[in-house]
């Protein structure tokens, strides 16, 4: 697999980041998008876990960054995956894993969680994280 979809242009995702930051600044009076936007992903999950599926191929290197932000989320990871569909810093990929769930809600249904990583290909990726699917009580 390739993993050629889902892709999106990097000088775009970092006028995202940029612009983002600006706006959190100003908006809110805060200057860290990264650990604010953690924030707003670990609220997410901890009101349902499963959704990590919205963010899908993204999500191996979100749950990292997550996991370096403070926030236990578990072990398992997907390497392939996650190298291909992350950031070149941390607070890219949670844009892009941002950028991907907008679009995810407005084509997929909720708890969808399989993915045509490689166009023109009849194989589908499977977006399972146990960690996720069985969170510990």
């Known amino acids: 697999m390739a993993y050629t979809e889902y892709k999106f242009d990097k000088e775009a995702i970092k006028s995202l980041v940029a612009e ?14 990264l650990a604010f936007g953690l924030g707003v992903v670990a609220d997410r999950l901890n009101k349902d ?47 892009m894993a941002d950028e991907f769930r907008t679009e995810y809600l407005k084509t ?15 194989d589908f990726y499977e977006l399972f994280d146990a960690d996720m699917e069985f969170p510990a009580a």
């Open 20 to 33: 983002r930051a600006a706006a959190l600044r100003a908006n809110r009076g805060f200057s860290n998008l």
């Open 49 to 95: 876990p499963r959704r990590y599926r919205d963010y899908g191929p993204y999500w191996w290197a979100l749950k990292d960054a997550m996991k370096a932000g403070g926030y236990s989320l578990g072990d398992q990871t997907d390497p392939l995956v996650k190298r291909v569909y992350q950031g070149d810093s941390e607070a890219e990929t949670l844009i």
């Open 108 to 122: 997929h249904m909720v708890y969808a969680n399989q993915f045509q990583l490689d166009a023109g290909s009849a």
